[in-house]
Each structure stands twice: as structure tokens, then as C-alpha cells.
């Protein structure tokens, strides 16, 4: 038998009957099978931990272990409905240069600020068509000399805006900060408990600079969120990393612990492309793209232009359409009732 043919579920029973970590023996004459079980394997968590051929031409010999339900350090989450939330890049400067920064933005890169009147048609466009969730990103937002003005663009949305919290604490941005209404969310970038890592990733002092702007956002009366980035799964960082934002008082629903996306700057991380990446539209200066975290790779392009909004979320919508379609080539609908 081949995978499609019923080897799988004769399989899928096997694997009922087995404890965690015991071995399952298969052995096929069916050359297909070579490349469908690892790829079973690998999308319900077990592990392939043999495969011997008897001779050039078969049959083979496969080893599977059996693996719990996969356990992470990062954050899990359902998928967001097209049309619920957007994102947008208020601008491309910042006063950081994160060694895996997805939008490739630093001190040199040109600012690239959304005009707030076209945000205003775009979040207003948002609203009328249902959606909820509205996300600043940058670049660094408070680098937009009106941040304000699109904060205000928003009025009526669940807005956050993420920000490293490091320049808000004076003038014009603190006035901002100051003046803008308390039901906006602040995440703010933390990737560790202490400085070592975080300043490696980000930069000298910015670990220290973080947590006062987070004082400094709790204070004011904001709902601080905190968002950390890994190159690799570290359960005793994490750990400690969660013992910390206990003692200053952020939600565990506020906590993001997230990989990176191998994008930008970022030369490791996870693989992420049209096909893998569950859509969350986004709106830049100069576009729109699949995902936040692809905004400087031309393959996630999904419009040359941030409006009309219509005909982002459609083409994102057309695109999980034909997806769709082809996940289920091959099944049939057999009525017998």
C-alpha cells in the first residue's frame, strides 16, 4: 500500500497503541512511501528515527517514534480571521538596528512615513467593513512626528502600537504619550530578563532604557504588553524571563514569546513564505503585504499601493481560496446517507 491507499491509518491505529517514546516498525515495497511518511511525521509531531533499504529498489524499513503533543517556548495562536485585524508601518527609521529586525530599519533607513490622511481612509475603511484589531509598527512609531495623528486615525479600533520604549520619556513624544487615549496598548520589546541578551540582539543599554520606558507607560496608565524575540527555543531564559515580568506586574495574556522570522536582517530563523504563513495583512508607505514580518521581501507583496483596502484583504482572500482548493484535491465526498 501507498500513504493514500490506507497504509496511514493502519499506521494512525498503530500509533494509539503505543506509549509515548516507543518505536513503530514499518516496512513498505512502495517507493512513494519514502517521501510521504517523514512528511507525516513531521506534521503530527512524531519523529522518523530510521529508514533502511533493503536493496536500491526496496523495500525500506522505517523507524517512527512516538512524540507527545509538541511542546514550545513560543507563543501559539489560532488563526485570525481576513478582515479582523491590520497592521500598519507608521514608518521605517529607528533608533535601534536589531541584529534580526524583518524590516531592515535603523538610524539609516529612510523614514518612509504613512501619511496620516491616508491612514485615515485606511483604518476608516477597516471600521466600515468590520474589522477590530489595528496595529502600529515600525521602525520605531514614535519616530513619526504624528504618531498622534494616526493614533487618532484609529479612534474606535482595538489599537496597540509596538515600540522599544526607549524615546518616549521626553518632549514632543512624551507630550504625545501623554495626550493619547488610555485604551491604547503599548508593546514593548523585551527579550530577556536581564540585559545580556537583549543588548546583544538590540543594542548597548537598550535593556536598561526598556524597562524605564515600561515604568514609565505604567505609570501614565497604559496596558503594557511585552513581546520577546528568540533565535532559538530556551526554556530556562523563558522561565526567568516570566519570573521577571511577574515581579513588574505585566498580564501572562500580555506576554508574546515569538521566533524569528528569517527576514531583513535576520540570516537564521524560521522559513516563512505565502504557502506557511497564515495572513495578516499589512500597509506600509508604499504597499501592502502578506504578514508584518515580510515587508521587505518582494514575494509577499500583495499590492503596489496601501489603498484601496478592498483590494488587499480580496486578494489575500482569493489566495487562501485556491490554497484551500488544493489541500483538498483528491478527497471526495462519498454519500452513503
Known amino acids: 500500500m501507498d500513504c493514500g491507499s490506507g497504509l496511514l491509518l493502519l499506521i494512525t491505529r498503530a500509533m494509539r497503541r503505543l506509549s509515548e517514546g516507543e518505536l513503530l516498525g514499518i516496512r513498505s515495497a512502495e517507493h512513494s512511501v519514502t517521501i510521504d511518511l517523514p512528511v507525516w ?78 491612514a485615515r481612509e485606511a483604518f476608516a475603511e477597516f471600521a466600515d467593513s468590520g474589522g477590530k484589531e489595528l496595529f502600529l509598527t515600525g521602525g520605531e512609531p514614535f519616530m513619526h512626528p504624528q504618531l498622534d495623528e494616526l493614533v487618532r486615525a484609529g479612534e474606535g479600533l482595538e489599537r496597540t502600537i509596538l515600540t522599544n520604549a526607549m524615546i518616549f520619556g521626553r518632549g514632543r513624544r512624551r507630550q504625545m504619550l501623554e495626550e493619547m487615549d488610555r485604551s491604547v496598548i503599548l508593546q514593548v520589546s523585551l527579550d530577556s530578563a536581564t540585559a545580556d541578551l537583549h543588548d546583544a540582539q538590540r543594542g548597548a543599554g537598550s535593556w536598561a532604557k526598556a524597562m524605564v520606558g515600561i515604568g514609565q507607560a505604567h505609570e501614565l496608565g497604559f496596558r503594557v504588553r511585552i513581546a520577546a524575540t528568540l533565535f ?17 506586574g505585566i498580564d501572562k495574556q500580555d506576554r508574546v514569546i515569538r521566533p524569528v522570522a528569517a527576514e531583513g536582517f535576520a540570516d537564521a530563523g524560521v522559513h516563512v513564505s505565502i ?3 497564515e495572513p495578516e495583512p499589512t500597509i506600509t508607505a508604499d504597499g501592502a503585504w502578506w504578514h508584518p514580518v515580510a515587508v521587505t521581501n518582494p514575494h509577499m507583496r500583495i499590492h503596489d499601493a496601501p489603498l484601496p483596502l478592498s483590494e488587499v484583504f480580496g486578494v489575500v482572500r482569493d489566495t487562501l481560496e ?16
Open 41 to 118: 511525521a513531521d506534521l503530527v509531531g512524531h519523529q522518523l528515527d530510521a529508514e533502511v533499504a533493503e536493496s536500491e529498489s526496496g523495500p525500506w524499513w522505517f523507524a517512527v517514534r512516538k512524540s507527545a503533543k509538541v511542546s514550545t517556548v513560543f507563543s501559539l495562536g489560532e488563526r485570525t480571521p481576513v478582515g479582523h485585524r491590520l497592521w500598519a508601518y507608521t514608518n521605517f527609521n529607528c533608533n535601534l538596528a536589531c541584529v534580526y529586525c524583518c524590516a531592515e530599519s535603523s538610524p539609516k533607513a529612510a523614514a518612509r512615513h504613512l501619511d496620516p490622511e491616508v
Open 232 to 248: 532559538d527555543e530556551d526554556p530556562t531564559a523563558v522561565g526567568e524571563l516570566h519570573s521577571a515580568l511577574d515581579e513588574i
Open 275 to 277: 504557502d506557511n504563513l
Open 322 to 337: 485556491v490554497q484551500d482548493a488544493a489541500s483538498r484535491t483528491g478527497r471526495e465526498v462519498f454519500r452513503c446517507a
